[in-house]
């Protein structure tokens, strides 16, 4: 069965940078998009931008390019997703979500900006 | 980009009434649109998927419609364990949710 698992929590200072992984079983990775969707704190869903991880191919919303980058292990089935320059503002969970058949979410990851 | 208006952004309701929410495209979208339950504490999913297909697993009391620019997801029957958010999101091009609709019981 599909399972996609995320790294835990991060704690960032402003400025900073965090990388979180999404880790995928059960299907062929390379095979379908890897999304990620963000719910900043009080906010909504926001659909940051997918990777494809057959040919490492992105595309990003247009209110975080320059500041994410989406890559992908293909060899450990894993995608990732960096985001630089944090501010306070990007505090929320992020989520990597695929597409295959049904819509599989991975738990989330809390991140945190905070001096 | 294609922008999608939501509304009403939040509604309360009894448990049995018929809940209605809109999504708007800025152009036209042919059928492509999701639309999503995400509960409080949990993961978002996948409820209504081309504008009308209703994902398994999930009461024949979800429905959505539209085509074109004009969108609605229904409701028919509220029930208690209905309380959510609940987002439209357009996939042609790059995808974008809409604002989100939370939803009450009173």
């Known amino acids: 069965q599909v399972q996609v698992v995320q790294s835990g929590a991060e704690v960032k200072k402003p400025g900073a940078s965090v990388k979180v992984s999404c880790k995928t079983s059960?299907?062929?990775?390379?095979?379908?998009?890897v999304h990620w969707v963000r719910q900043a704190s009080g906010q909504g869903l926001e659909w940051m931008g997918r990777?494809?991880?057959?040919?490492?191919?992105?595309d990003y919303a247009r209110k975080f390019q320059g500041r994410v980058i989406m890559t992908r292990d293909t060899s450990i089935n894993t995608a990732y997703m960096e985001v630089s320059r944090l501010r306070s503002d990007d505090t929320g969970v992020y989520y990597c979500v695929v597409y295959n058949d049904k819509d599989f979410w991975g738990q989330g990851t809390l991140v945190t900006v905070s001096s | 980009d294609i922008q999608m208006t939501q509304s009403p952004s939040s509604l309360s309701a009894s448990v049995g009434d018929r809940v209605t929410i809109t999504c708007q495209a800025s152009?036209?979208?042919?059928?492509?649109v999701n639309w999503y339950q995400h509960k409080p504490g949990r993961t978002p999913k996948l409820l209504i998927y081309?504008?009308?297909n209703l994902e398994t697993g999930f009461p024949s009391r979800f429905s959505g419609s539209g085509s074109g620019t004009d969108f609605t997801f229904t409701i028919s029957g509220l029930q208690p364990e209905d309380v959510a958010t609940y987002y439209c999101q357009h996939y042609d091009g790059l995808p974008l949710f809409g604002g989100g609709t939370k939803v009450e019981v009173k």
């Open positions: 059960g299907y062929m990775f390379t095979a379908y998009y």
């Open positions: 152009q036209d979208i042919r059928n492509h």
């Open positions: 990777i494809y991880p057959n040919s490492g191919g992105t």
């Open positions: 081309d504008a009308s």
